[in-house]
């Protein structure tokens, strides 16, 4: 099933037309895409057209891949200053830097679009406004690119998800026969546009393929198995680490404190946390809730498929978006899809 | 001309009386020197040496009584035998060695207090300042280095059946007969993956395989099943799968008291080497020496012997390409690979090494690095973590398999082996033995 909109207004362009706009893009704004970074994959900035890795173009990778970190790092990222805190005797100044630069991303897959929208519901539309996050997504533009396959561990389409999905994107591109298929989403979208250069047409994208879908455990079944021994079983090979929250397009915990700069200059700064990680739900005083890996695991999984959809409702089923990254960076081998299959079946 | 910033880090009893026979000698000595008194040149931590340079001083200079003459017996020899071990780290990672200096002043000596001050003074004043940040262009310049193009040796037919079936017959047999409360082996998942498994019943055995991807080390997961906990007995042996590289690591756990030997049944396998995902050798079996497990309570061997002896040395080759570059190179290539550090930890936890209670760079009291994912932060994690594992990293390499974001951490321990090995004669896990950063000296430290 396709979900792209058929009375939508198309445009045919070729690759080196692509790349012209693209190149204008970067041009006025700071543009985003995938870029190789010592054999990695990343959402980086991008000067030209040219530095950007065309997945799925060339003889070495010619597979659709996505970056190893979601674009969730554009909006939410890593480490990020709220405030300085300047101190000289008894009198102390707040002082506040929001981003404001212009932001297109390109190459936007439908599952990572997905999971920023997921994000919009904490950070956007829940008071308090997250401002910093708000900025961020005001200013910034998403280029989506559908899949034209399903990666090794993908399962988009089990979670709610397509392979072209243009939902969540301003723009989506639909590659054609070696050419591109546009269509503007949104206004932010249609705005980025050059009207007269591009050549209108009434072509539909390809059906994108649907394959492997399973069933995903309904929310009462969550419930159900709460208090089951399963977690504490397959949270044994656990190492505790936070990559899988790190990668994840969803995660969206954080941790803020306080460090100085400098003899009277303070930052409070706002990084990323994550449940399987053994501080992170310790209290004052020492006590640790969570103190079995088991407990902290199931977390990670109650949160995705529970409590979001719990507190959140969007219609979504789930906080997850299936793009399988906590799956392929496990290093123990820990598998979303396996508990989601092995909580379907009775206990 | 420029003057730098000097943090002398001086121990109470002898060099910082020194410092004041100097003084009241009224001998010179150049105010670029900030003097910080310590108890003993023994505390003074390689955290804090990192955390000064990365406060902004260009130099930093330790001074402590003469070995032999420590207020505490031994302070001093630890720091003899740390602070050049730290220095080739930093050296390796794109320090000028001349910023950190080691030195023995005793209470009588002001003149050689003036001299060594003066003398430091003067060579970081030509050193100039330290460069300890990035610029997001000279990151595009350095992420050529390193590329070394090593030939992808395929991985050998081998007889992985024939060890399944013995591992699976071993562990029934341990678990029949009680000997052990668990086997720790690798299991296939429904993806066809290879991953750690725990059995703990006889009938549970026909999950456990070998297999050319069986990467984890184990060894891992026996601290925290085997803790001794005071008042309680301890527990039960445990029988473990170990290639020879994840072997190493339980003498090395067993010399710092994690757990006693007897509480561990080790399950050898001779290794042919594991693949990496193009299906390659991996890194470390290239350098690998050890066909058959150093620690060994059965031998798993199958029916052929084909391990095939890889390189001569153990030495990784960008090692050497990395000791040719220029350290302004050096530092803008760590740099850079730091910088795409997502702190994640993935590193420390599949290390079996890295098994402290509380790691000292996530305490909450911790002033050695903050919360922050910055460059900062990363840099002295990944530096720290190197330098706590000097003479500890039996070389399994699991941190840099496990790192999402393809740092080559492995080769700050490889560089650290290498230095413990020239000066100490000493490779982490071949014998019980501590890393000899925590003994006393016997003999000189030699630098290489």
Known sequence: MSKSNPDKKRWLISQAELE??????????????????????????????????????????????????????????????????????????????????????????????????????????????????????????LIGLACTEMGPTCFCTSVGGSLDDAHDMDIMLYEKDGNYLAEAVTEKGRFLIPGGEWKETNASPQQSPESGQFPVPKKEKWVERF????????????????????????????????????????????????????????????????????????????????????????????????????????????????????LEKPA | MYEPRIIAFLCSWCSYTGADTAGIARMKSPANIRAVRVPCSGRVSPELIMRAFDQGADGVLVLGCHIGECHYDTGNHRAAKRIPILRSLLTFVGLEPERLRLDWVSASEGERFSKIANEFTATVRTLGPVHWRISPDKQQAVSHMLAVTREAIPYPDTDCGAKTDAIRQKARELLASNQVSCVIGYELNRRGRTRPVFVYTPEETSRLVWNPDCTNNLTNYLPAKLRLVKGKEPAKQIAVVVKPCDSKAINV??????????????????????????????IRCITCQEAVPIVCDTLISGTTSSFIPRLSSYAREEIAELQNAAPTERLEFWLSQFDRCIRCYACRQACPMCNCPACLYERDDSTFIGLGIGLNEKRTFHLGRAYHLAGRCVGCNECERACPMNIPIGLLNQKLAEEIEAAFDHRAGLTIAPSPIVTILSGEYKEG
Request: overall charge neutral.
């Open chain 1, 227 to 342: 208090n089951d021994e399963y977690w504490m079983q397959i949270s044994e090979r656990c190492l505790s680490c936070r990559v899988c929250a790190f990668v994840c397009p969803t995660c969206r915990c954080f941790a803020v404190r306080d460090e100085m700069v400098k003899p009277g200059e303070f930052e409070r700064i706002r990084c990323w946390d994550a449940c399987a990680g053994e501080n992170y739900r310790r209290v004052a005083g020492g006590h640790q809730p969570r103190a079995e890996k088991g407990e902290r695991l199931r977390n990670r999984f109650f949160c995705k498929f529970y409590y979001y959809p719990e507190q959140y409702g969007l219609g979504a089923a789930s906080a997850c978006t299936g793009c399988g990254r906590c799956i392929e960076f496990c290093p123990v081998g820990v598998d979303i899809t396996e508990v989601l299959m092995d």
């Open chain 1, 20 to 141: 012209a706009w693209l190149d204008g893009i970067a041009n006025a704004r700071t543009l985003i895409a995938p870029r190789k970074v010592s054999g990695l994959l990343l959402y980086r900035p991008v000067a030209k057209s040219n530095e950007i890795a065309w997945q799925g173009h060339t003889p070495e990778s010619p597979q659709a891949v996505r970056p190893v970190l979601s674009v969730k790092e554009i909006f939410f990222p890593p480490t990020e200053r709220l405030f300085t805190i300047h101190k000289s005797g008894q009198e102390i100044r707040l002082e506040e830097t929001y981003p404001d630069w212009e932001t297109v991303v390109f190459g936007v897959r439908p599952c990572d679009a997905r999971g920023v929208k997921l994000l919009d519901a904490l950070f956007l539309d829940t008071n308090p406004i997250d401002s910093f996050y708000a900025r961020r997504r005001g200013n910034t533009t």
């Open chain 2, 253 to 282: 756990m067993v010399a710092e008291n994690q757990y006693r030997r007897d509480q561990v049944y080790a399950l050898g396998v001779a290794c042919e080497g594991i693949r990496d995902l193009d299906g390659n050798l991996q």
